[in-house]
């Protein structure tokens, strides 16, 4: 049976959960926000199949294998406006559907919580565009309700982080033809629990509606990529940047990233899934013609399917091919986990007692150096000078 010991043991996945031939396993929020497995042994028959699909007990070992690479950016410019990087997933998800197929990934509900969920309209595939910074639950049916659509056929996509893909496919045990898997490179996932506490504090400073938020907006460009939060009052007009969002701030901190992300088991170069996507900042080292602050895409193809996928889609994206070391080159977040803040567990104790507003406020005040920062940012983008500016630091502190 299932038993967490040490939190960094359990990245979240739930195929433990789904797996359960008596349903004997439910997923509890812990005080950090994160939910983790608790067991009913009353019901538990001891069968050992939650133990054996769990991808933290059970890795894939990284073999070398042939791959293919890309810097892709969707010729679709209300797609590419909308999407995180180049908009590479709308592509494969497009695919998938014009060949009757299913599509899952990570929308924001309406609760302004991120869910694992379906579609199966290509009208809906706006609701995974953009990055949710925040671990997305794997709803109860999501892993069965997959198997089903397999079984009968349907094509399926099934998209997330590395450790939500390897639990998939230790729930699925075999490899299934009409199933595309799609991963993100992930430098972590943050805690519902504080993403909750950020839209109490928005919703003090901005309006009690929120109505949606983007994580990576294009306001002022791909390049600085901002926070967008959307009121009833605000027409969307709010836009700040990893200087200035408490929420950026605090996920580029690593203050309450899930603790199996300081120990991840999924970073790694060969991975189970057909494509890994992530973004590309430097996309002028590689094409002219991409670096125009729009969005790019890194694509990192690693089976035969995701190929013949990449062929059949091609025509949708403006790309360059590059060797695969090249696109991993300099991708830290790939291989290796980040460190966790050493305020981690003084953030979480304050974040247990404190309002949303006084929680932010100690942690990440808007100070004057903020201001100053957020000043010099927008200053940049207004001359016309961001990116310029931009390599000019990374260049000089190397620091992103
Ligand atoms: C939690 C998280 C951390 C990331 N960290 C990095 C990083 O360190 N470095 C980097 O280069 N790129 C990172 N990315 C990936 C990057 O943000 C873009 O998603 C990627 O470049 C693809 O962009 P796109 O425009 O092609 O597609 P997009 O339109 O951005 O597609 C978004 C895809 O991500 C999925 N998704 C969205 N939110 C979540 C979530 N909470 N959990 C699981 N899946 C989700 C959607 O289902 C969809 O498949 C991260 C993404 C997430 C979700």
């Known amino acids: 049976m299932i038993e967490v010991n040490k939190k960094q043991d359990c990245c979240g996945c739930t195929a433990c959960a789904a797996i359960c031939p008596k349903d004997a396993i439910a997923m509890k929020e812990d005080n950090e926000g994160f939910l983790y497995p608790t ?180 306001h002022y460009g791909y390049k600085y990529s901002t926070m967008n939060v959307i009121t009833d009052r605000n027409h969307g007009n709010y836009h700040q940047g990893v200087e200035s969002d408490p929420w950026l701030r605090a996920f580029f901190s690593n203050i309450c990233d899930r603790p199996s992300c300081h120990s991840c088991h999924f970073r790694k170069q060969y991975r189970v899934s057909d494509f890994t996507i992530w973004d590309c900042f430097n996309v002028g080292r590689f094409s002219k013609e991409l670096d125009n602050d729009k969005g790019a895409t890194r694509v990192l193809v690693h089976t035969k399917k995701g190929r013949e996928i990449f062929n059949a889609i091609k025509d949708d994206f403006s790309y360059v091919e590059i060797a695969p070391e090249a696109a991993i080159a300099g991708a830290k977040e790939m291989k290796e986990s980040v460190a966790s803040n050493g305020k981690r567990e003084s953030f979480f104790k304050d974040a247990n007692r404190m309002s949303g507003e006084e929680l932010f406020n100690k942690y990440f005040p808007e100070t004057f150096k903020v201001k100053v920062e957020h000043c010099i940012r927008l200053t940049c983008y207004k001359l016309g000078i961001y990116s310029a500016a931009k390599k000019l630091y990374v260049r000089l502190t190397h620091k992103y």
């Open 39 to 218: 067991v009913d042994k009353e019901t538990c028959i001891d069968c050992g199949a939650c133990e054996r699909v769990c991808p933290i007990i059970h890795t894939a070992k990284e073999k070398p294998f042939e791959q293919a690479a890309y810097i892709v950016q969707n010729k679709d410019q209300k797609i590419l406006r909308e999407s995180t990087a180049g908009g590479a997933f709308t592509a494969i998800a497009k695919y998938v559907l014009h060949n009757n197929g299913v599509v899952f990934g990570v929308e924001l509900g309406t609760d302004l919580m991120a869910h694992h969920v379906a579609v199966e309209k290509e009208n809906d595939l706006y609701r995974f565009r953009n990055s949710k910074y925040v671990q997305s639950s794997v709803g109860g049916g999501t892993h069965r309700q997959i198997k089903s659509f397999l079984e009968q056929g349907r094509f399926v996509c099934f998209s997330g982080t590395p450790c939500q893909i390897e639990g998939l496919k230790n729930f699925l045990k075999k490899d299934y033809d009409n199933l595309v898997t799609v991963d993100v490179v992930c430098r972590a996932v943050p805690s519902p629990l504080i993403f909750r506490k950020y839209v109490e504090y928005q919703k003090k400073v901005l309006s009690d509606n929120i109505k949606t938020v983007r994580f990576r907006d294009k």
